[in-house]
């Protein structure tokens, strides 16, 4: 059986975008994507990349005040958020024609419209054509949702917090998680009174729990209004701002609400039901180890298999898609160890087992040191930074690191490349400190801080 094309991509994210570049340049393969509003999905255009760059916009007065603590005569004025906007808007625009056009080097034929599953090889465009394709790939990420409750009261999500038409003064996030505790330092530190709801005990559910504690405690010391065990219990517009009276009693105004509270799989009316996917409870699709579904030419990768719904863990999925289906090399990426960074304020870098993971395998030695570091002490600065080692006490492999400080994402992807490695605490140990750096204490911490042996 012949058809239009070896692969048809539904998803211009990072995920579905890697898959096609490789299977047409490096294998040669007719592939086609379709992508329905913009490419680069929503790591660059809606999430990681004008995130981070908010993060760099909002240090700056901390920036500002510790010039000034070092003796610098620096000054800060009010920030411009339409001109701050007007600036990521020109640089998303050339992140997109930077994705778009390394997919025409390549070779890959283009679709803007939205695409659907007409049949294990059928695809259907928006404008009613059908094409055929040997293997077609979803992967068409994820979105934002507001419970169903307050749909209809302006709230937003990290989908439109990029499109406000100006810097609110008040501001409600609700979630604890690191979408939700990102943006919380964000726009606390750009100069908006921040309140951030979480129901839980502590944010960042799933992290290790003391590098939990010690980012709450740091938001809060930053200025940060965060309520624990907290959530909205009513919602009205009240002249021009949302009036939020929360679970605990306490009620007040502001001018924007932002929910955070969970993302849903993109999945609705592509004609996977029809088909017999198999979907899980929040509609992701389910997959083997090699992305294939029950459909031997189905695949999916990214945030809509809800694996691990980070940038990187797509792009490696796309790429053993391709190598496993076009290079004859049946790869797939490993989800057990993840290096990450969370973008609060200080920073959290993250690999391998928490404290509670590890304890639950066997006995460890966890060592850590919490302290202030040279930069900010001398500014007069109070907060600490953490860096925590969890060692398995039979074969002395470090398990997992977590750090929490300034600059922790850049430090935690050289600590992953140990740890991927199997590295143990003697080879910690046998590293020469480099002085003065926050980063030496990851070497220098000889005795555990505490054991657990049970």
Known sequence: MSFDYDLFVIGGGSGGVRAARIASSEYGAKVALAEEYRMGGTCVIRGCVPKKLMVFASGFPGAVADAQAYGWDAQIGAFDWGAFRNKLDSELDRLEGAYRGNLERAGVEIFDCRATIAGPHEVRLADGREMTAKHILIATGGRPVVPEKWQGFGAMTSNEVFKMDRLPKSLLIVGGGYIASEFACIFNGLGVKTTQFYRGAQILRGFDEEARGHIANEMLANGVDLQLGTDVLEMEERDGQTWVKATTGHDGCYDAVMFATGRRPNTDGLGLQALGLELKANGAIKVDQYSQTRIPSIFAV?????????????????????????????????????????????????????????????????????????????????????????????????????????????????????????????????????HPTMAEELVTMRTATRSHTD
């Open 302 to 434: 990214g945030d809509v298999t809800d694996r691990a719904n980070l940038t990187p863990v797509a792009i490696r999925e796309g790429h053993a898609f391709a190598d496993t289906v076009f290079g004859g090399k049946p790869t797939f990426f490993d989800h057990g160890l993840i290096p990450t960074a969370i973008f609060t304020q200080p920073e959290y870098g993250t690999v391998g087992l928490t404290e509670e993971e590890a304890r639950e395998q066997g006995p460890v030695d966890v060592y850590c040191a919490a302290f202030r570091p040279m930069h900010s002490l001398f500014a007069g600065r109070d907060n600490r930074a953490m860096m925590k080692l969890i060692v398995c006490c039979k074969t002395n492999k470090v398990l997992g690191c977590h750090i929490v400080s300034d600059h922790a994402g850049e430090m935690i992807q050289l600590a992953g490349v140990a740890v991927a490695m199997n590295a143990t605490k003697a080879d910690f140990d046998r590293t020469l400190a480099v």
